[in-house]
């Protein structure tokens, strides 16, 4: 599945949260939602980490936190970038894949 065909999925799912909890979702909200998520991201790494107060939580529900939040923060980018009509696709490969002919072997990920 591209980036573009998730958001446009995830753009349904964010439209029925709008409609459950009386958001509006402007351009403003789904960028500051996208900072929230980031921040929320940040605490659960924190947590991970044992750099912040302790919630009692185990250590299986830090990493389902900390899995969850880079969900959410990977689900309002996409939205942004939909509301925007930012091709992610297309974007990556030009402001990233444009260095693939300089990967040498050791940078590859082992197998």
Partial sequence: MELGELGEELEVI????ARRHGVERTDDWLVLKLHEE???????YL????RSRSR??????VDAAFRAELA??????????????VDLDAEIERKWF??????????????
């Fill in 38 to 44: 980031v921040g929320e991201l940040t605490q659960a």
């Fill in 56 to 61: 009692g939580s185990s250590a299986d529900d």
């Fill in 98 to 111: 444009r260095w693939r002919h300089l990967i040498e072997p050791e940078d590859r990920l082992e197998a």
């Fill in 72 to 85: 959410d923060v990977l689900a309002q980018l996409l939205l942004v970038a939909r509301r925007f009509d």
């Fill in 47 to 50: 947590e991970r980490g044992g």
């Fill in 14 to 17: 964010s439209r029925v949260y």
